[in-house]
């Protein structure tokens, strides 16, 4: 996001772009704040808008991973599930900070150009909110029935 100046029509004094980073579990915030500082020179000044919730990465568990697959593949036969990063923020975080390993998943499948998620228009189709319900119902009953 940038910001600057007063008018459209004068120089700005100052200018300001806030920078809206996503830490890989591992990395510091100090790493990705001194790289910013590297690329932006001597001249900018890089600050840290707010104390960074850091956390590691919660483990690859074998039950999870299965009960997401069970879940895709009811709608999706035969689709692969692997691990990502989101690239977004959640309370995830939190939980891992506090020791509580933390995991995602969506039911949401669509095409990109349906995807409006965070938008002025943001929106998903009726049959993908059932199906998304139906991907959640199986992943909490087979992980509540391993226990």
């Known amino acids: 996001m940038l910001q600057g100046g007063h008018a459209e029509n004068a120089l700005p004094q100052s200018a300001t772009a806030t920078v809206n980073c996503r830490i890989f579990p591992g990395t510091t915030a100090a790493e990705v704040r001194d790289r910013l500082q590297a690329l932006a020179g001597s001249h900018i000044e890089i600050a840290l808008a707010h104390e960074p919730l850091v956390s590691d990465a919660s483990p690859m568990r074998p039950d999870v991973m299965r009960a997401v697959t ?57 049959d993908t909110f059932y199906s998304a319900l139906a991907h959640w119902y199986v992943i909490i009953h087979d992980l509540a029935a391993a226990h």
């Open 70 to 126: 069970h879940a895709v593949n009811l709608t999706h036969p035969g689709a692969s599930v692997a691990g990502a990063m989101a690239a977004y923020a959640t309370d995830g975080s939190v939980f891992r900070r506090g020791g509580i390993p933390t995991y995602g998943t969506s039911g949401l499948f669509m095409k990109n150009s349906d995807d409006f998620a965070h938008g002025l228009n943001e929106r998903i189709a009726v």
